[in-house]
């Protein structure tokens, strides 16, 4: 590296962000950039390591860290924007909401803090729409192949826009009113506003992508005109299946999956009109998300911006410990407590809890009774403490427990695509059950992250334009 003693020199700076007293005020961005002169130190402290875990290990997309980081220290933030851009078609994403197992296996991490890596990937694509360096990218010679591309979140985008790279004619089937899918739907506009994905579209539409939004694929057109129409199909519709609590009182008003709570505010953010009877707000309620991870996260966040009166998470696993446990060592990601930017804005967090019941009354929530739970060591079992049951008080009600598996009823099943265990999309090398049907993303590896999703999106977009030759 061109520091090779930068890690010693400089210490890891975090970019600051608006204090929570303002930023809950709305739901606008809130975190800055740091300047260029700081960003080059954090670039320097990326230490010449015999092996990289953060590009091989860490890293879904495999970015090639070490070079872009080094490329900065030297001021070449075009080189560096080249670099980045070769694995990853869409680096503000992941330099936004990803949650960097990159620095959780930086050799720095195994003594010291991580090289700030998710925020220098963030400062070079930054730096390339800021200087024009990010361009559609034509190909003038055509194949003359039809893909259609069935979702528009993560895979999907990036599988569309290499295929139509490779000269492809390619169609996005997107059954929301705007494409993006999970990105513009399920993430807050305080961790990701959508001119980022605006941005993205209008280049890939540069590059001869078509999209066509509100058609829901097995619905409003059938599986049997996309195989007459296209030569292959792509998959990646997610897994839009989420896990239920089917307790008493399920069904009371005031209980809901939590991409319903986040998808509606984030269409209120953008000009959305939602009937009173239809609208879902914790203004003025005691809120209670039950999951711990971070689509939880995110409604913590959400309900403290809309409001609410107060706003508590429960997970049903212990809490984690503050230090990684001796079966838990680097460069793996941590197994360890960590708060989120939501969790600083004021909320409650309980754990080793289990719902039992939705209190309800006069057909609406008005809390839940939980169960204490003893788990085993290994944390592979657990049981439930005798008399331990107590009633938590709650208005507003949101599951955010995770995810299941791709819907069935529609294309699934007009296909007959072959599923595996857990209820996604079989595949090898991308190649469902079906001639020329593939798949790709969290339809084939259930709920994952943004960041793998665009990775197994560009590697299923390999796969096809082989197929297609």
């Given at each position: 590296?061109?520091?090779?003693n930068g890690y010693l020199l400089y210490n890891r700076k975090n970019p600051l962000k608006l204090p929570v007293e303002d930023r809950i005020k709305n739901f606008k961005e809130f975190?800055?950039?740091l300047p260029e002169h700081m960003i080059r130190e954090q670039a320097a402290r990326c230490m010449d390591c015999g092996i990289p875990f953060c590009h091989n290990f860490g890293c879904p997309v495999y970015n090639y860290i070490p070079d872009w980081n080094h490329m900065v220290y030297l001021g070449k933030w075009k080189e560096a924007s080249d670099l980045l851009h070769s694995t990853n078609n869409f680096p503000e994403f992941t330099g936004k909401v990803c949650p960097a197992p990159c620095e959780k296996s930086c050799t720095l991490a195994n003594?010291?803090?991580a090289v700030t890596i998710k925020h220098i990937e963030l400062q070079i694509v930054e730096k390339a729409w800021e200087n024009g360096w990010i361009k559609p990218i034509i190909n003038k010679n055509k194949t003359n192949k039809k893909v259609a591309i069935i979702g528009s979140g993560p895979a999907g985008l990036a599988a569309a826009q290499q295929l139509a790279r490779m000269g492809h004619n390619v169609v996005v089937f997107e059954r929301s009113e705007k494409a993006g899918g999970l990105l513009r739907y399920g993430i807050p506009d305080f961790k990701l506003d959508k001119n980022y994905i605006d941005r993205r579209l209008e280049q890939m539409v540069a590059e001869g992508v078509s999209f066509e939004t509100q058609v829901n694929v097995g619905v409003d057109i059938s599986t049997n005109y996309l195989m007459r129409s296209f030569d292959a199909i792509l998959f990646?519709?997610?897994t839009a299946v989420a896990r239920d609590l089917k307790i008493p009182g399920r069904y009371a008003k005031g209980v809901y999956f939590a991409l319903d709570f986040l998808g509606q505010q984030n269409r209120i953010n953008h000009g959305?009109?939602?009937?009173?009877?239809e609208l879902i707000s914790a203004k003025d309620k005691d809120v209670i998300v039950i999951g711990g991870g971070d689509t939880g996260a995110d409604c913590v966040g959400t309900s403290i911006r809309q409001g609410a009166k107060s706003v508590t998470q429960v997970e049903i696993l212990p809490?984690?410990?503050?230090?990684?446990?001796p079966d838990n060592p680097w460069p793996f990601w941590p197994q360890t407590l960590s708060n989120s930017t939501s969790h600083e804005e004021g909320c409650k967090r309980l754990w080793s809890l289990s719902a039992k019941e939705f209190i309800v009354e006069n057909n609406a929530v008005k809390g839940v009774k939980f169960v204490e739970l003893e788990w085993t060591d290994d944390r592979k079992s657990f049981k439930e403490v005798p008399n331990s049951e107590k009633i938590y008080n709650a208005d507003l009600v949101l599951l955010a427990m995770g995810f299941l598996h791709c819907q069935h009823d529609t294309y699934v099943k007009e296909l007959n695509l072959?599923?595996?265990q857990r209820g996604n999309i079989k595949v090898n090398d991308y190649?469902?059950?079906v001639n020329k049907v593939f798949a790709t993303g969290d339809a084939i590896t259930g709920a994952s992250l943004v960041v793998r999703a665009i990775y197994h999106g560009r590697q299923a977009a390999d796969k096809i334009n082989l197929f297609l030759k």
């Open positions: 590296m061109a520091k090779a975190e800055n950039l003594n010291w803090e990646a519709t997610g959305a009109i939602i009937p009173v009877d809490q984690p410990p503050l230090e990684r446990r072959e599923l595996d190649r469902t059950s």
